[in-house]
């Protein structure tokens, strides 16, 4: 069996997969397993939402003096990184519920708390990047031209000579980006990279117009009655860009680094690899022995293991690496974990400085 999207085959199976899944499936049937990681998944909700919503609260009707209000932003921003780690990236997956309806329910928290549409973040993500991970030209993730240049397939450009240096405030403005006019943008296009975005319609265009019209009232719009416009102004941007940069950060952290494979469409359709190795090759997983980054990241941490098992709760996943890391040594499958997060954001610096001088001039120096 292959599948067959935008042109683009992949091999589908193969003897690693069908073992590794097979003893996944073995361990989510042991006793209470599954239902222990889906209430540790469902615990973490409320103090994700709880947080943002209180740190709110206390900001516009209490009015605190500095030192709380700063905590309070503090408090803003790590509620809403944990609502976009935690849980509207699990439920946009399908990771909570049996039922869609309901999963894109609580996958709407991206909408109503983070600004972006989770209508058009499915496709983006769970279609673009997880189907064709680390493919220049499918992968909007990896597709970055002429801003900044990811994979080896890329032309080159004098510019990207800095973008190890420039690529962090970029980071920063890709969530002003998108809350501002990247949805709409991409709806116009009605693709994002390769793949087909179908304007949304009924239930999904409502969901769109309103989580959109929640944000702004929370954001913006109420705060002004309460504060000066530049205080809202500059609490919004610091909130929109930190919250961007660690986002943005996370996600490289595992595929645009050195480790990690990156392929044409060419070359993709030349060898046509299987899908489960070649998302293995093309991930990274980083710091996988730290358990507070793991419970404050969603698992994110754990890239390879979500990449194969996405409609899987992310709290079982420091079982699963053990299973699909048994596997790749078996098969021969080329396995990467860094050690720490200084290991990793030092190889995606290392990544983007030979990204950006590979093809170009060599400079000279006389004397």
């Known amino acids: 069996m292959a599948v067959d999207v935008q042109k683009l085959t992949f091999g589908n199976g193969g003897a690693f997969m069908q073992e590794t899944r097979r003893e996944v499936e073995q361990y989510l049937a042991r006793g209470r397993t599954r239902l222990?990681?889906?209430?540790?998944?469902?615990?973490?909700?409320?103090?994700?939402?709880?947080?943002?919503v209180a740190s709110w609260a206390?900001?516009?009707?209490?009015?605190?003096?500095?030192?709380?209000?700063?905590l309070c932003l503090v408090g803003l921003v790590l509620g809403a990184l944990l609502t976009a780690f935690c849980v509207q990236h699990d439920a946009n997956h399908g990771a909570y519920f049996r039922r869609r309806r309901h999963n894109h329910l609580l996958g709407w928290t991206a909408d109503a708390l983070l600004g972006f549409s989770s209508y058009a973040w499915r496709v983006k993500h769970n279609v673009a990047h997880h189907t064709y991970t680390n493919i220049d030209g499918f992968d909007?993730?990896?597709?970055?031209?002429?801003?900044?240049?990811f994979a080896p397939s890329q032309a080159p450009r004098p510019w990207y000579r800095f973008q190890h240096y420039y690529i962090w405030p970029m980071y920063a403005l890709m969530g002003l980006r998108w809350q501002i006019a990247g949805d709409i943008a991409a709806f116009a296009r009605g693709s994002i990279g390769e793949s087909a975005l179908r304007a949304p319609r009924g239930w999904n265009l409502a969901g769109v117009i309103v989580g959109?019209?929640?944000?702004?009232?929370?954001?913006?719009?109420?705060?002004?009655?309460?504060?000066?416009?530049?205080?809202?102004?500059?609490?919004?941007?610091?909130?929109?860009?930190?919250?961007?940069?660690?986002?943005?950060t996370t996600f490289q952290l595992a595929?645009?680094?050195?480790?990690a494979s990156f392929t044409s469409a060419e070359q993709a359709r030349a060898r046509r690899p299987l899908w489960a190795v070649h998302e293995?090759?093309?991930?990274?997983?980083?710091?996988?022995?730290?358990?507070?980054?793991?419970?404050?990241?969603?698992?994110?941490?754990?890239?390879?293991?979500?990449?194969?098992?996405?409609?899987?709760?992310?709290?079982?996943?420091?079982?699963?690496?053990?299973?699909?890391?048994?596997?790749?040594?078996?098969?021969?499958?080329?396995?990467?974990?860094?050690?720490?997060?200084?290991?990793?954001?030092?190889?995606?610096?290392?990544?983007?400085?030979?990204m950006g001088r590979l093809g170009m001039p060599a400079e000279i120096e006389m004397g």
């Open 58 to 70: 206390v900001l516009v009707l209490v009015r605190p003096g500095l030192a709380v209000a700063f």
């Open 140 to 149: 909007d993730d990896a597709t970055q031209m002429p801003l900044a240049r």
């Open 255 to 259: 595929h645009c680094v050195e480790e």
């Open 36 to 52: 222990r990681g889906s209430l540790l998944l469902f615990a973490k909700t409320p103090v994700a939402i709880g947080l943002t």
């Open 212 to 248: 959109k019209a929640i944000f702004v009232t929370w954001a913006i719009a109420v705060p002004l009655l309460v504060y000066p416009w530049w205080v809202v102004l500059g609490a919004y941007l610091g909130f929109s860009m930190i919250t961007s940069l660690v986002m943005a």
């Open 280 to 354: 293995v090759e093309s991930t990274v997983d980083f710091c996988p022995r730290n358990p507070v980054l793991t419970w404050t990241l969603g698992g994110l941490n754990f890239q390879i293991e979500h990449h194969l098992f996405p409609r899987v709760p992310h709290t079982h996943y420091p079982k699963i690496a053990e299973i699909v890391r048994r596997n790749c040594a078996k098969h021969g499958i080329r396995y990467t974990a860094q050690p720490s997060l200084r290991a990793a954001l030092r190889s995606h610096f290392l990544h983007l400085r030979t």
